[in-house]
């Protein structure tokens, strides 16, 4: 993989801090990769008025991946973050799949009583281009008493459709069980259509037992129970929610990786932690680096280097296991360093071990 090209965005806060650890990890296992960062954030903005340059994804077309970092930084609100870095970069790319998969690792204990790793482990499907997340509306009659906000939700054939493909792929590869994220009862047009094309790409993989939940329904399972689900898809708003919640009941955010993925491959994914920026914690060397190095195995994945993906996954596991090396939000004392550095010798030491 030395000829590998790979951005990096490391964002703000301990987007910096964890950034830095998870490419430390990579290298430990893929020598060679050419890293090349972009300093693009909130700070950014501040000093310059835009998160990126206007020709930010032609910079970032010739790259193989692009790995994140969190952004978010105070005086910049968020939806100029999202709007400005994140989802430009998605639909600009095409990464119409978010990926987070949320289990419960090795030596951490999840929010919910009795749960152990078998109960939770939930893949879930966001779609990532369309849906509520649309920039179709604005305000109108402003500063009048009859001022009002239009927020329109785009649900397309195409988009409705290879998302609920992709996620038919990952069930059939996995327990074989899907469920659909709706609101059909109350949402009058755009949650019956994702039922429709939800059921009829179902007579497509008979193999996989599906159904359908409400929404709300579906988050109070995610709490009460979780072993009846195995692989989750939904619309860009109730993906976001419901991967948010899965990774908070099994151990919290700093733990869950996630992806924003083209399966074509034609162009550059994009990999991050689920968390934010944490400015609190910035540069004290505390900041947990587990979700981001996560992030970081989902994109050697990607890219076909199964193996040394499969190393960090397990350098992370084993260490977080046996539990001598804890960051402060893990109940322990360990830097970000200590834990990097445990994660990346046991990394090479799994991967050196796989190839003799």
């Known amino acids: ?28 296992v893929v020598p060679g990769i050419e890293w090349t960062e972009f300093d693009w954030s909130c700070e950014n903005y501040l000093r310059t008025g835009a998160m990126m340059p206007a020709d930010g994804p032609e910079q970032l077309a010739g790259f193989d991946a692009i790995f994140l970092g969190a952004v978010g930084f105070p005086g910049v609100p968020d939806h100029i973050s999202l709007w400005g870095l994140l989802i ?33 482990d939930i893949l879930i499907v966001r779609e990532n281009s369309e849906g509520e997340y649309s920039e179709i509306g604005g305000t109108h009659n402003p500063g009048r008493p009859d001022e009002f906000v239009l927020q329109e939700s785009v649900f397309t054939r195409v988009g409705c459709e290879r ?24 949402l009058i047009h755009s949650m ?27 988050a109070a399972e995610i709490v009460l129970h979780p072993d009846r689900l195995d692989v989750i898809v939904g619309s860009n708003l109730f993906g976001d929610i419901l991967s948010d919640l899965a990774a908070a009941v099994t151990g ?15 162009v550059p994914s994009m990999f991050e932690a689920v968390h934010g920026s944490a400015p609190d914690i910035a540069g004290q060397g505390i900041a947990n680096p587990v979700a981001q190095i996560l992030a970081g195995a989902m994109m050697l994945e990607h890219l076909g280097e199964h193996a040394a993906a499969a190393a960090v996954d397990r350098a992370v596991c ?19 360093e200590e834990l990097r550095t445990a994660i990346a010798e046991r990394a090479a030491e799994v991967a050196h071990l796989a190839t003799a």
């Open 163 to 186: 998302i609920m493909r992709y996620a038919f792929e990952r069930a059939a590869e996995r327990g074989g069980r899907l469920c659909s994220a709706t609101k059909s009862n109350g």
């Open 88 to 120: 430009p970069l998605r639909r600009a790319f095409g990464q119409y799949v978010n990926l987070r998969p949320v289990r419960l690792l090795p030596g951490t204990e999840s929010a919910l009583r009795d749960r152990t790793a078998d109960d939770l």
């Open 1 to 28: 993989m030395s000829n590998r090209r790979i951005a990096t965005i490391p964002g703000d806060g301990i987007g910096v801090d964890v950034t830095t650890a998870a490419v430390e990890v990579i290298d430990a």
């Open 252 to 266: 919290g955010l700093g733990l869950a990786p996630s992806g924003n993925i083209n399966p074509d491959r034609g």
């Open 318 to 336: 084993e260490i977080l296991a046996e539990g001598r090396i804890r960051t402060p939000d893990l109940g322990g004392t360990s830097t970000t």
């Open 192 to 218: 019956p259509y994702w039922d429709d094309v939800f059921d009829r790409i179902a007579t497509e993989y008979p193999g996989v037992r599906t159904r359908h939940m409400h929404v709300d329904a579906l």
